[in-house]
């Protein structure tokens, strides 16, 4: 199916998939912002995709889209594609975790299969990409994800760090001096409702640290 597909409309398809990982369906104005179009281009696409044979998204008028069984497979392909180009990156070429999203979304759409599998094979079959996302089995299956934000978590609650955005290398740089990355368990000890700051420190660490919730909203754990 896929080597009838633009590059965009997969990066479409993609973007459509993560938001509704998030909400039921996706609005033109959310799949806009995502993509760094106009809403009216956005509609013009998805309007094409819900008509594709075999159809691609679901769309009806002010009420948002969601992908079909067969968009959700693109979908799915090229985020396998994606996540384990960070790995073989960051793993065998030592790119570091700030770099490897940029080079991952050039390649992710012109690899082969026999490539994915190569990769795959090589990394040992990794289930998590640099930043703690989950990459899709073979079988293009994505495991439920259990993660909170951290700026859900209140004083007094322990979690592992799973997962973090990976858009941002500014971020990924600034988390990383922290030490806040996969793996790491950190304890809450103070939250401001004034400023929504949190207070909390990572285990093995003496010092506390101090996050606003534009760098909380963007971590993702476990409470454990």
């Avoid at 633009?6 to 990066?11: A, G, K, L, P, S």
């Avoid at 082969?112 to 599998?117: D, I, K, L, M, T």
């Avoid at 079988?139 to 955005?165: F, I, K, M, N």
């Avoid at 806040?180 to 949190?198: A, H, R, T, W």
């Amino acid at each position: 199916m896929r080597e009838n597909l633009t590059h965009v409309i997969e990066d479409y398809l993609k973007a459509i998939y993560d938001l509704t990982s998030i909400s039921r369906r996706a609005t033109t104005n959310q799949i806009a912002e995502r993509m760094g179009v106009t809403p009216a281009s956005v509609t013009n696409m998805i309007q094409k995709l819900a008509v594709t044979t075999p159809p691609l998204v679901e769309y009806r008028k002010h009420r948002g889209v969601v992908l079909t069984d067969d968009g959700e497979k693109v979908a799915l392909e090229i985020m396998r594609h994606h996540r384990l180009l960070e790995m073989f990156l960051q793993q065998t070429l030592g790119y570091s975790w700030d770099e490897v999203h940029e080079e991952a979304d050039r390649l992710e759409h012109v690899i082969s299969e026999e490539f994915e599998e190569r990769i795959a094979e090589t990394l040992g079959d990794p289930s998590r990409d640099p930043h703690g996302d989950p990459i899709p089995t073979r079988d293009l299956h994505l495991p439920v994800s259990h993660t909170r934000p951290l700026s859900d978590l209140r004083p007094g609650e322990r979690a592992l760090v799973q997962r973090v955005r990976d858009s941002d290398p500014k971020l990924l740089r600034y988390l990383h001096e922290l030490g806040i990355i996969p793996g790491v368990y950190l304890m809450i000890l103070d939250f401001s409702p004034f400023d929504e700051n949190l207070r909390l420190q990572l285990e093995g660490q003496s010092q506390a640290i101090v996050l606003g919730p534009s760098v909380t909203s963007q971590v993702f754990v476990e409470i454990r």
